[in-house]
């Protein structure tokens, strides 16, 4: 099977295209079919780990060659190796069980089949993320899986909540992204090849300058930052929590905010060559967790808290790759790598069962506020007792399986004080605020009775898949049993097996943290021995500052958004007033020149042929007076014409140039002309009609 | 020799001045005999200083004579039939050419 | 006997004074009878240049023709026509001021051109005595067409003048 492990990845596809082409209208139909293609990937996925268990986690590469670009391949192929396999098992079962979940969660949605389609694609571009073996292939799946929790995160966009949820998840994951894209191209400068092996053969081999290598490792760290929802680009994964909580569950506990971790832990030997690299990604891990569980600590929505609850988690497996890489890269023996992915795996379950859980819980009550809730679980039995579960796991409670991959992550901070501090203050929080949700939820006094009244639990389709992840829940972690030699750590591992005995000090301390934070939690919110309220208001402005989210949205909005709005204000000025007003100017100015054109036309040209016609009708004016008819006129000019011209042709009057005054004479004569006709005129208006008008 | 030229000329303009003067037609006839005999005058002179050549000049002369004659002849005859019509010579009557 | 030499610049500028006065009466009186009297004066005045001239048969034919004949006929056409009686009848139309001047600065031009241009002769070669007879053979030999053609023309003349008097009634 591995060979073909593509069908896998193409399962989902299919099903995705049949449903947008062809079943939309057949609800049933889609549903069914969208699971059993998933199922049916989920089997293959079986197979397929089972033969990468019997290989020993050797990895398997099978490529098809695309073309090759710039010197660099371009190639589509898959990569099967432990980390693949762990990761296949994990999107498909929690894939499968969402799916099944959803038939009873959307039961009533108009747009049944297409939340199907969404979901089908979203599981295809997840599984192809995790088969990939080129950066360019999961660069391409890792666009698609943003695309498609933007589908589903903004499924209900009726809500201007949800529209606005979707893109601000895509947008601050985009600029994650750009951080990628820059590593991406380093790498394909530096190590001239988008091939993971290719890569990290460079990488290792020491090809590619220490001082690159870091930005390269920091710059691919970015787009896990953005995808994982690790500080500063966190503010993205609480406000998703607007999508149905299925897409919750999925999405945002168990796959897609898992392709973070997934990418660190597959470029593990880039970070583990550079020691500063790994410290940057082990710190923003651990301010993350920190922050994360803090905020959850005071928040009252159901999905709010398990939220901030996932980005603490992801931190988690953060920071304990990032040890990891740090510890390696100085030569070190660590078990972050162990520990991350471990991690990841159980993650996946009890978040997915926690946030199916509180999908049942807001379907009973129909609300997310736990301030509302109380007491559900004499109504919703086996909801509040999976969920119990789940919450201790997340805890780290032995034995479940929580506390195993927990315990691992502790194990690795052991060598980094301020880790290991870290790493127990936010365990003592996250137990604190997951057992805070459970007893305020589930038990005391319902303080809602309208809706304690009308909670029922849910159908079995959806309290399957919650008994079944809540099973998983519980044994999963059972792999990694330090007394096993051939477990976990044998199948997952960098570099050479490492394995270490149990260590029970270790396991001590951290069950004490744990069942401290879950003691607080009972006195504040069961037994009310300790106030909350109280607590709340002595250290009101703590309790404000972490109710607020630790105003990330406000700055990142006074500093961001509102500059680029206002950039975007100005374009659009710029766009209307200059641009317009150029192209309206434009206009304007032809209008000028076609009225400068009609002036010039009217005054110019025909004035040159008015102008033409009237100097003809002058001179004739003057000129016809010369035909007085009297003969004796004629006479005279005759004479004085030759008067003249015989005083120039005989030199009689000496003259130094003929011409001007010649002119002049001209001149001068037809004013005489002028001044004699008006005479005439004059004198023949005074002989009232002259009879020589009259014929002969 | 001069004098008889300047005789002729100044004859020829008092005649010119004549024509164009007067308003009686008979009037503008009488100043063109003067011009003729002007011309008359200028033409023997030159055959008496000049034209040792026959007698051209009084030959011509004499031509003008008779060609004066005639047209003075048919000058009144035109003068007599306007005066027929217009019972009257005013020579500024007849312009019906004018504008 | 010796013929007494007359002072022909005494008799030129007599002749001359009596021409240019009589022309001066003819462009200028009111009374048309006047101005034909005065053009018979100027007329003979000039005949008599002709003499001074040695132009004898000239002389004889202006006498018998412009005086005679023409100014005759003028006579009849002024009394034919003309209401003699109108005292008041200026006798020079408008130009006469232009006219004046254009005919002074014709004729002052032309006199300015002969003191500038004075190249002819004081005295020219002689003539025959016999002016008649030269006159005679003249026309009937060398120009014979001119006088020809102005026979014709005076035929032409005559009958024109008789057409033209003789009115609409025919």
Redesign the interface.
């Known amino acids: 099977m591995t060979p073909y492990a593509y069908i896998i990845a193409l399962l989902p596809l299919f099903a995705f295209l049949m449903i947008v082409f062809f079943l939309r209208w057949k609800e049933q139909v889609s549903a069914l079919f969208s699971i059993s293609m998933i199922v049916l990937g989920w089997v293959f996925s079986l197979i397929v780990f089972f033969e990468t268990l019997a290989r020993h986690g050797e990895p398997y590469e099978a490529f098809f060659y695309i073309t090759s670009f710039a010197g660099i391949n371009f190639e589509l192929g898959i990569l099967v190796d432990s980390l693949t396999a762990i990761m296949l098992m994990v999107v498909t079962t929690v894939g499968a069980c969402v799916q099944i979940y959803s038939v009873g969660y959307m039961k009533d949605d108009p747009r049944y089949s297409r939340f199907f389609a969404y979901l089908s694609l979203f599981t295809f571009s997840m599984l192809g993320l995790v088969l990939a073996n080129n950066f360019f292939m999961i660069f391409i799946f890792w666009e698609l899986v943003g695309l498609t929790s933007y589908l589903l995160i903004s499924f209900w966009f009726e809500k201007k909540s949800a529209a606005d949820a979707g893109k601000k998840a895509f947008i601050t994951t985009r600029i994650g992204d750009l951080g990628f894209i820059v590593g991406l191209m380093m790498i394909a400068t530096y190590a001239g090849t988008f091939n993971y092996q290719g890569v990290f053969a460079k990488a290792v081999g020491g090809y590619i300058p220490a001082g690159i290598l870091t930005m390269t490792a920091i710059f691919v760290f970015c787009g896990a930052v953005g995808k994982s929802a690790q500080f500063p680009l966190h503010v993205w994964l609480p406000d998703a929590m607007e999508g149905p909580t299925p897409v919750s569950a999925l999405i945002h506990a168990a796959t897609m905010v898992a392709a973070g971790v997934y990418l660190v832990a597959r470029c593990m030997p880039i970070f583990a060559s550079t020691a500063d690299g790994a410290m940057v990604v082990a710190t923003i891990g651990l301010i993350t967790s920190f922050i994360a569980a803090s905020i959850g600590l005071v928040q009252n929505d159901i999905k709010r808290i398990l939220a901030y609850s996932t980005v603490s988690q992801l931190g988690y497996m953060i920071m304990a790759l990032g040890l990891f890489g740090h510890d390696t890269a100085l030569g070190e023996e660590s078990v972050g790598y162990t520990a991350g992915t471990l991690h990841l795996m159980t993650h996946a379950f009890f978040k997915g069962l926690l946030f199916l859980g509180a999908g049942s819980v807001i379907h009973a009550v129909h609300t997310n506020d736990i301030q509302d809730m109380g007491g559900l679980s004499n109504k919703m039995k086996i909801t509040t007792w999976t969920f119990i579960i789940a919450s201790l796991s997340i805890s780290g409670i032995f034995p479940l399986s929580g506390f195993w991959s927990k315990d691992e992550i502790v194990a690795t901070t052991l060598h980094h004080p301020v880790f290991f501090v870290g790493t127990l203050t936010i365990a003592f929080m996250t137990a604190f605020y997951m057992f805070r949700l459970c007893f305020l939820t589930f038990f005391g006094k319902p303080r809602d009775h309208h809706r304690y009244d009308h909670a029922h639990e849910s159908p079995k389709v959806m309290t399957g898949p919650l008994v079944l992840l809540a099973v998983l829940s519980v044994i999963a972690g059972w792999w990694a049993l330090p007394w096993l030699s051939h477990g976990y750590s044998s199948f997952v591992h960098f570099g050479e097996v490492r394995h270490e005995g149990p260590n029970y000090l270790l396991m001590l301390i951290s069950t004490i943290v744990a069942v401290s934070g879950i003691t607080l939690a009972y006195l504040m919110y069961y037994r009310r021995s300790i106030s909350a309220e109280k607590a709340a208001e002595r250290f009101k402005p703590v309790y404000t500052f972490l109710y607020n989210k630790w105003y990330f949205d406000e700055l990142y909005q006074a500093v961001i958004i509102d500059p680029i709005m206002k950039v975007a204000d100005l374009m659009w000025n710029f766009d209307a007033k200059v641009i317009d007003g150029a192209v309206n100017g434009s206009a304007w100015l032809t209008v000028l020149w076609s009225d400068v054109k009609l002036w010039f036309d009217i005054w110019i040209v025909d004035g040159a042929v008015n102008g033409s016609g009237w100097l003809v009708r002058q001179l004739g004016g003057g000129l016809?007076?010369l035909?007085?008819?009297?003969?004796?006129f004629y006479?005279?000019f005759i004479?004085a014409l030759i008067v003249l011209i015989a005083a120039f042709k005989f030199e009689l009057v000496s003259m130094a140039t003929s011409w001007p005054f010649m002119t002049l004479a001209l001149a001068l004569g037809f004013v005489a002309l002028r001044f004699y006709s008006r005479i005439t005129a004059a004198r023949e208006e005074a002989q009232a009609g002259?009879?020589?008008?009259e014929k002969? | 020799?001069?004098?008889?030229?300047?005789?002729a000329?100044?004859?020829?303009?008092?005649?010119?001045?004549?024509?164009?003067?007067?308003?009686?037609a008979?009037?503008?006839?009488?100043?063109l005999?003067?011009m003729f005999?002007a011309a008359?005058?200028n033409f023997?002179?030159f055959?008496?200083?000049?034209?040792?050549n026959?007698?051209a000049g009084?030959?011509f002369?004499?031509?003008i004579?008779?060609?004066?004659?005639?047209?003075?002849?048919?000058g009144?005859?035109?003068?007599?039939?306007i005066?027929?019509?217009?019972r009257?010579?005013d020579?500024?009557?007849?312009?019906?050419?004018?504008? | 006997m010796e013929a007494v030499q007359p002072n022909v610049g005494f008799v030129?500028g007599l002749f001359?004074a009596i021409?240019?006065t009589a022309?001066?009466l003819?462009?200028t009186l009111k009374n048309?009878f006047h101005?034909?009297l005065a053009?018979i004066v100027?007329?003979s005045g000039?005949a008599g240049?002709?003499v001074l001239?040695?132009?004898e048969?000239?002389a004889a034919?202006?006498v018998l023709?412009?005086v005679g004949?023409?100014c005759i006929?003028?006579i009849?056409?002024?009394m034919?026509?003309?209401?003699l009686a109108s005292r008041q009848?200026?006798?020079?139309?408008q130009?006469?001021l232009v006219?004046?001047f254009?005919?002074?600065m014709?004729?002052g031009g032309?006199?300015l051109l002969?003191?500038m241009h004075?190249i002819?002769?004081?005295?020219?070669?002689a003539?025959?005595d016999d002016?008649v007879m030269?006159?005679g053979k003249?026309?009937m030999t060398?120009?014979m067409l001119?006088f020809e053609v102005?026979s014709v023309?005076?035929l032409?003349?005559?009958i024109?003048?008789i057409v033209?008097?003789r009115?609409e009634s025919s």
Request: with cysteine; glycine share 8%; hydrophobic share 60%.
């Open positions: 016809r007076y035909q007085s008819g009297s003969m004796q006479a005279l004479v002259s009879p020589n008008k002969l | 020799m001069i004098y008889y030229l300047a005789l000329a100044l004859l020829f303009a008092i005649g010119l001045f004549g024509v164009m003067t007067r308003r009686n008979i009037g503008i006839l009488m100043s005999e003067l005999n008359n005058i023997v002179t055959n008496h200083y000049l034209g040792g026959g007698m009084q030959l002369a004499l031509f004579v008779v060609v004066a004659a005639a047209e003075a002849t048919i009144l005859a035109i003068v007599l039939l005066y027929r019509n217009w009257g010579i020579a500024d009557n007849v312009s019906i050419m004018k504008w | 030129f001359a021409i240019i022309a001066l003819v462009v048309m101005c034909a053009l100027c007329l000039v240049i002709f001239l040695h132009a048969f000239l034919v202006q023709i412009y004949a023409v006929l003028i009849f056409s002024v034919l026509t003309s209401n009848i200026v006798q020079t139309n130009n006469a006219a004046g254009a005919s002074l014709f004729g032309a006199l002969l003191k004075n002819w002769p004081q005295a020219g070669p003539l025959p002016n030269t006159i003249l026309l060398d120009y001119p102005i023309l005076m032409a003349a005559m024109g003048a033209l008097a009115g």
